[in-house]
Structures are given as structure tokens and as C-alpha cells.
């Protein structure tokens, strides 16, 4: 098909190039070697420059499909950096009713009240509200009845089963006042604490369902997330002091429990053992007294 277009081409510069010379006798067209040879290098060239043109235009049509791959390609980029920023922009917003449909309140702590009849109970109110060891130990003299020293000349005295009797209950009550407080300074302590807790977890709460954007960026929000967690961890260790104080009171109690069912088997051995010679002991001396009581009339 291209050898037929070029035979067409050549032919048709060959009629308007090759000049027309007219015979001597008559009107013909008489056929100049020289001139056709000049009009075959021109279709030549001419077929050259064609090919040459045909050339430059293939490599236009490839710059330009290669230029339309590369506004497609710019195209749709642009349509998902739209995308992605029109769901930015979305996920910044935060809905105008979310405060009104999740906020709840929640319990907080209260300071402690009592009455103060004598004069006592104030440094237990404020050792509930304030913590503190100091605070907790005075509260602990001015409202619990304090124990006394026992009597050095008594204690020595006594057989060995008193004694041990008498180390365990002394025991049993210091350890109650340790434990007691204890208690009682932590209780402050997570009281007195309680208000500024609170604090913080109101401002969370409001960063939380503000729609203002600064506060709803990725970073923000992985804050609120660490401060949540923090907070909530917090919490848990107040749990866990609490739940450990309760352990020690539940301690003392069972101790007590555990120092009265050994006292009575210990009772139980102590009577097993010695009962017989406590027996002959009792009615000897009985005996003894008969024996010297008189029953005449005159005494003698």
C-alpha cells in the first residue's frame, strides 16, 4: 500500500516537473532523458522528506501519548490527594451532638463530717480527708482507747502459758493500730487527691467532645488516649490500695479469730494434762483444812 502511494507520488511530480518539448513536426510530447533524470532525484529527495516527516510525526504521536499517560496519571493523583484530604478534613470534624449523647456524670469524692462532741473525732475527719501518717497516727490516740503498758512485777510473775497469753493480745492490738493507720492515710491521701484527679478528668472529657479542630488532630487524640490510659491507671493503683487495706483489716480479724480457737486447745491440752495432779491437789488441801477444823464445842 505505501509502494503504491509512492509509484502514484512519483508519477504525478514526474508529469509536472519534466518539461514539455514540442517535435519539430507536428504537436508530441518527445521524451528528455536529462530532465527525467533530474525529476527521479527530485521524487527522491521528495520521498526521503516524506519518510522524514512520516518519522517526526510518529515521534509526536508518542510524545504526545506519553504526555497523556502523564496527565492521566497527574489526574488521578490529584482526585485521591482530594480524596484523602476531603476525608481528613471529615475525620477533623467532630458531630455537633456527641457531648449531648455520651457525656454522664460521675461520683466524686466528699469531704468527711462527724460530730465532735469532746473533741475527738475532728483529727479522725481530718486525717479521712487530708491522709497523712502523722494526721492518721493522732487520730488513731485521740479516738481509740490506748493501750497500757502491763505491769512489769505481775508479768514476771506469771507461769509461761500467761505470758504468751498476754504477747499475743498486746500483739493482736498493735498490729490493729498499725493496720488501722494505715488505712487511714491512704483514705486521705486518695481523698485529698480525688479534687485535682477530678480536675483532669474534666478537662479530658471536654477535649474529648470539643469540635474545635486543633484538638481533634491525630496527635491530639493519641494524647487524650496516653492521658486516659494514665488516669486510668492511677485509678486502678487507688483500687489496689484500697483493696490491700481491706486485706490487712480482714488479716487482724482472722488473726484474732485463729489466736482464740489455739487459746482453747490450748486450754483443752493444758486441763488433759494436768488435770489429775491439779485434782489431788485441790483435795489434799481440802483434807488438810477438815483436819484442822474442830468440831468440839470448846474448840479443843
Not at 30 to 53: K, Y
Request: include cysteine; aromatic fraction near 8%; proline fraction near 2%.
Amino acid at each position: 500500500m505505501k509502494s503504491l502511494r509512492i509509484c502514484c507520488f512519483v508519477f504525478f511530480a514526474a508529469t509536472l516537473v519534466a518539461p514539455c518539448a514540442h517535435a519539430q513536426f507536428g504537436s508530441g510530447i518527445v521524451f528528455d532523458p536529462t530532465q527525467s533524470g533530474h525529476a527521479i532525484v527530485q521524487i527522491s529527495q521528495g520521498e526521503q522528506q516524506l519518510q522524514s516527516w512520516a518519522q517526526q510525526l510518529q515521534k509526536a504521536e508518542q510524545s504526545l501519548q506519553t504526555e497523556m499517560q502523564m496527565y492521566n496519571t497527574a489526574l488521578q493523583t490529584k482526585n485521591q490527594i482530594v480524596t484523602a484530604y476531603n476525608l481528613a478534613y471529615q475525620m477533623s470534624r467532630m458531630p455537633q451532638n456527641l457531648e449531648a449523647r455520651y457525656k454522664a456524670q460521675w461520683s466524686k469524692w466528699t469531704n468527711m463530717s462527724a460530730p465532735d462532741t469532746y473533741g475527738v473525732t475532728s483529727a479522725w475527719m481530718s486525717a479521712l480527708d487530708l491522709g497523712g501518717q502523722a494526721q492518721a497516727l493522732q487520730a488513731y490516740q485521740n479516738a481509740v482507747v490506748q493501750l497500757q503498758s502491763f505491769p512489769s512485777s505481775s508479768y514476771s510473775s506469771m507461769d509461761s502459758n500467761s505470758q504468751a497469753t498476754i504477747q499475743n493480745q498486746y500483739a493482736t492490738s498493735q498490729l490493729s493500730q498499725g493496720t488501722t493507720v494505715s488505712t487511714l492515710a491512704t483514705l486521705g491521701t486518695i481523698r485529698s487527691d480525688s479534687e485535682s484527679f477530678s480536675t483532669q478528668l474534666a478537662n479530658l472529657e471536654s477535649d474529648t467532645f470539643s469540635d474545635d479542630s486543633e484538638l481533634q488532630t491525630e496527635m491530639s487524640v493519641l494524647g487524650k488516649i496516653n492521658t486516659a490510659t494514665l488516669l486510668q491507671i492511677h485509678s486502678q493503683q487507688d483500687t489496689n490500695q484500697l483493696l490491700a487495706a481491706s486485706v490487712q483489716q480482714q488479716l487482724i480479724a482472722q488473726k484474732q479469730q485463729i489466736d482464740s480457737q489455739n487459746r482453747a486447745i490450748n486450754n483443752a491440752i493444758y486441763f488433759q494434762q494436768n488435770f489429775s495432779s491439779t485434782q489431788q491437789k485441790v483435795t489434799s488441801g481440802v483434807s488438810d483444812t477438815l483436819r484442822t477444823i474442830s468440831l468440839s464445842p470448846s474448840g479443843n
